[in-house]
């Protein structure tokens, strides 16, 4: 099995900063994407930033330039840093990781960290 623990979340006024923080364990041969999501109350989960194997990274329209995305592979831990808050940053933020097992990719789910950003 493969686990997947985050940390990093809690409480900010607006304009602050937090920094997430996922680390991927278990049986796996590697890990292709990692990333962020995010969901509000009432509101459908949504991509916040991914970075895959290579390097390359997507945010979505409302974090670029404030939030930035990285991974440390040697440690199968991904990180967001998380700048210039604002109360729509509001949400719980889950890590989720597709990860080789054997030859199948299969998809991960954090419990969720709540970030709460006050005005």
């Known amino acids: 099995q493969v686990q997947l623990v985050e940390s990093g979340g809690g409480f900010v006024q607006t304009g602050g900063s937090l920094r997430l923080s996922c680390a991927a364990s278990g049986s796996f041969f590697g890990i292709n994407a990692m990333g962020w999501y995010r969901q509000a109350p009432g509101k459908q989960r949504e991509l916040v930033a991914r970075?895959?194997?290579?390097?390359?990274?997507n945010y979505a329209d409302s974090v670029k330039g404030r939030f930035t995305i990285s991974r440390d592979n040697a440690k199968n831990t991904v990180y967001l840093q998380m700048n210039s808050l604002k109360p729509e940053d509001t949400a719980v933020y889950y890590c989720?990781?597709?990860?080789?097992?054997?030859?199948?990719?299969?998809?991960?789910w954090g419990q969720g960290t709540q970030v709460t950003v006050s005005s």
């Open positions: 970075v895959i194997s290579n390097g390359s990274t």
């Open positions: 989720k990781a597709d990860v080789f097992r054997v030859t199948t990719l299969y998809a991960y």
